[in-house]
């Protein structure tokens, strides 16, 4: 019985202490409801089954229950728990409401995908046209209906430019847009997984997009009906992006049609990699910086403007008229540029400040962040899993949460001093802020893209200004004088401007150490970075400072994160394995001598290897003949044996068990008989249609592979085979 009642007494306590931290904190619930309502997002893309996600629902709902049932409302206990009943309540609540959001979302949304390969003749219904000349293509999505079953589907086709110039050239520019009807052959493919674990789902993205195969155009285009005439978001933006390119040349002039209208298609892939690693490459993507720019212009210029009429200004209170101005144009070139995700939060974000300053509230803070938030996740849960939401927030996150830290008030407080020093307070918080800024997205950054600028903050102090308050008033002014045919100087410095940007990344990308390599995180180590950070942001006093102890477990689980030995992608085609050379350095050794920038991008990435890989044929160690290459490798104080198929060549079956029995790993892209067993692996076809893509980390024995993070979500049929 006492060891009972101790029991009760440290629970009560605990129960007291965590009453009293929360009643004393000071924080913003609205923040944390929203990471709350995420959580509940990542919680069913993390687990595998129906079972498991209406297992997560009950619980978030017992939660709220217990502290229901625990702390009856208007008791003497529910006023001593009153902090703790209410977070257990709303935390229970809004988790599961995040698991049913996004699996309501997938239900409605998700597209089956097609079984299998095929070549069909297709007509379809255009429903939207993305012109990339970069790639001497444009891209269609179509929809179209099955032949067999009589089902309506959505596909996208890439057709080459070749074939659009015929089109046009007898329909007429513009023919062939939203709402034409076109028939063409077609090669169709389902939407691919993961090539290797850690690398890019289309698949996933596919789903929520409702499209059920991707393929390229066989044969000629046929125009069976020509867009219907009349207004449209779509010609519009094309138009737009085709005459900032007429008026500005060559890299810069794709740049500027990118910050216009949203078009990053003409961005070579040479400038788009320099603004990657340099860490840039956020100015490519409309959101925070170019929405802001939009609305402060248009604020700005609105309460000038109507400041000069003494009717208007005596009878209504003008930041209320200039933010309606500024909320126009916001949502006006939010739609032009394609309503992507960060142009939304954006617009939703910059919307609130409006609101705040025509209402005199403060204009920046975390409850904006967590409304912008809010509102993207009810409109598109499935974003929150993707590097465009995460990197989005994270950047606003750590700029409101620096913004309202003491010593950042205190240094940017105003006081009695020289101008020069004024300006430079402004520069260093500039650099600061990009350093903050930095250093929080790059644990996300290398979760998606295993690779990250380390000169970014340097690059940015210029880059942000420069595209703020010189690139993105030019082109605006160069689209309003050319409505007078006077833009011609307007649109020099807008070219002056964006190459000394595109010379900024270029030199920066450049520099020895510029890109570091990481190989897969684990979600462990993810995890522990993200509740680091938000507990550092969200919260206030003495306890944010907590949030650097898991931010600190994090690094070192990251620093300790071995490469993988072997990687074999979804298909055993592409092998890739990583080797010490004798300099010290690390290189990567490839099956094949593939001409698909997607392959070796992926396999060099995952293995965190920079130089370009080796074939596997040309190394000294490898015996290869036409069917097959051998390859012995030291790891873990053990030789390991590999055996990869180079080819489907057909060999004697007797001579091919002879072979892997000899063998500790055999790799093929094609069905093995049951007579091949080698003493480890044998990944062949039939594994890798269940298993997807693998990694292999030979020291320790582990074998991780693509299925692991799918479960039974529709988009991945591995669980199926």
């Given at each position: 019985m006492s060891s009972g009642g101790g029991d009760a007494?440290?629970?009560?306590?605990?129960?007291?202490?965590?009453?009293?931290?929360?009643?004393?904190?000071?924080?913003?619930?609205?923040?944390?409801l929203a990471v709350v309502f995420a959580?509940?997002?990542?919680?069913?893309?993390?687990?595998?089954?129906?079972?498991?996600?209406?297992?997560?629902?009950?619980?978030?709902?017992?939660?709220?229950?217990?502290?229901?049932?625990?702390?009856?409302?208007?008791?003497?206990?529910?006023?001593?728990?009153?902090?703790?009943?209410?977070?257990?309540?709303?935390?229970?609540?809004?988790?599961s409401a995040g698991i049913a959001v996004i699996w309501v979302r997938?239900?409605?949304?998700?597209?089956?995908?097609?079984?299998?390969?095929?070549?069909?003749?297709?007509?379809?219904?255009?429903?939207?046209?993305?012109?990339?000349?970069?790639?001497?293509?444009?891209?269609?999505?179509?929809?179209?209906?099955?032949?067999?079953?009589?089902?309506?589907?959505?596909?996208?086709?890439?057709?080459?430019?070749?074939?659009?110039?015929?089109?046009?050239?007898?329909?007429?520019?513009?023919?062939?847009?939203?709402?034409?009807?076109?028939?063409?052959?077609?090669?169709?493919?389902?939407?691919?997984?993961?090539?290797?674990?850690?690398?890019?789902?289309?698949?996933?993205?596919?789903?929520?997009?409702?499209?059920?195969?991707?393929?390229?155009?066989?044969?000629?285009?046929e125009l069976v009906e020509p867009a219907p005439g009349g207004f449209g978001i779509a010609p519009v933006q094309r138009g737009l992006s085709a005459h900032v390119r007429a008026r500005v040349e060559g890299s810069a002039g794709t740049i500027a049609a990118a910050f216009a209208s949203g078009d990053r298609g003409a961005i070579d892939r040479a400038d788009e990699e320099a603004m990657r690693d340099a860490g840039l490459t956020h100015l490519l993507s409309i959101s925070g910086l170019h929405v802001s720019a939009v609305i402060a212009a248009a604020y700005l210029a609105a309460l000038r403007v109507l400041a000069l009429f003494p009717a208007i200004a005596l009878r209504v209170r003008l930041p209320v008229l200039a933010a309606a101005c500024g909320a126009i144009a916001g949502i006006g070139y939010t739609l032009l540029t394609g309503a992507e995700v960060p142009t939304v939060r954006s617009c939703v974000a910059a919307l609130l400040v409006l609101v705040a300053l025509a209402m005199g509230r403060d204009a920046l803070s975390l409850r904006m962040v967590a409304a912008a938030a809010f509102a993207v996740m009810l409109l598109w849960p499935e974003s929150v899993i993707g590097p465009s939401f995460q990197m989005s927030f994270c950047a606003v996150l750590a700029i409101v949460a620096l913004s309202a830290s003491g010593p950042v008030r205190a240094f940017l407080a105003p006081r009695e001093e020289a101008w020069w020093r004024h300006a430079g307070r402004r520069v260093v918080m500039l650099f600061v802020t990009g350093l903050v800024i930095e250093i929080a997205l790059m644990p996300i950054v290398l979760y998606h893209f295993h690779r990250a600028g380390l000169y970014g903050a340097l690059a940015n102090v210029v880059a942000i200004p420069l595209v703020t308050f010189v690139s993105m008033p030019m082109i605006a002014l160069g689209l309003l004088l050319d409505l007078a045919g006077l833009g011609g100087p307007v649109w020099w410095l807008v070219q002056a401007s964006l190459d000394l940007l595109l010379g900024i990344a270029h030199v920066t990308a450049a520099q020895p150490g510029a890109v570091k390599l990481m190989p897969q995180m684990g979600p462990l180590t993810i995890f522990l970075f993200t509740a680091g950070g938000l507990w550092l942001a969200?919260?206030?006093?003495?306890a944010r400072l907590w949030g650097l102890v898991p931010a600190a477990i994090a690094t070192a689980m990251l620093l300790a994160t071995p490469i993988p030995d072997v990687l074999i992608d979804r298909e055993g085609r592409h092998v890739g394995i990583t080797i010490e050379t004798a300099q010290g350095g690390r290189r990567l050794l490839s099956l094949r001598d593939t001409r698909s920038e997607y392959s070796r991008d992926n396999l060099l990435e995952l293995a965190s290897v920079t130089a370009d890989p080796i074939p596997l044929a040309n190394w000294p160690g490898a015996r290869c003949s036409r069917a097959f290459c051998v390859l012995r490798i030291e790891r873990g104080g053990r030789e390991w044996t590999l055996m990869m198929a180079r080819n489907r060549e057909w060999i004697e079956e007797d001579l091919l068990a002879e072979a892997c029995a000899a063998s500790d790993i055999v790799v093929a892209d094609r069905f093995l008989p049951r007579s091949c067993r080698p003493r480890w692996l044998k990944a062949d076809r039939k594994l890798l249609l269940r298993t997807g893509g693998l990694a292999l980390d030979l020291e320790r024995g582990r074998i991780t592979s693509v299925a692991e993070g799918q479960g039974e979500h529709g988009w991945w049929r591995g669980w199926r085979d």
């Open positions: 007494g440290l629970a009560s306590a605990a129960l007291d202490r965590a009453e009293r931290f929360l009643a004393e904190a000071g924080f913003d619930r609205a923040p944390w959580s509940g997002i990542l919680a069913w893309f993390a687990l595998s089954d129906p079972w498991q996600w209406m297992g997560a629902i009950g619980g978030g709902i017992l939660l709220a229950l217990t502290a229901l049932a625990v702390w009856p409302a208007g008791s003497a206990i529910a006023d001593r728990r009153g902090h703790l009943r209410r977070a257990m309540i709303a935390v229970g609540l809004v988790f997938s239900e409605i949304v998700g597209a089956e995908p097609i079984d299998r390969p095929s070549i069909e003749r297709v007509q379809g219904y255009v429903l939207e046209r993305e012109d990339q000349p970069a790639e001497r293509r444009i891209r269609l999505t179509l929809a179209v209906r099955d032949a067999s079953t009589g089902q309506g589907r959505k596909i996208r086709v890439n057709v080459p430019a070749d074939a659009l110039a015929p089109v046009e050239a007898a329909a007429g520019e513009g023919a062939l847009a939203e709402g034409a009807v076109v028939r063409m052959r077609v090669r169709l493919m389902p939407p691919a997984s993961p090539m290797l674990p850690g690398a890019y789902d289309f698949a996933r993205t596919a789903w929520f997009s409702g499209l059920a195969a991707t393929g390229s155009m066989i044969g000629e285009l969200l919260w206030t006093g003495r």
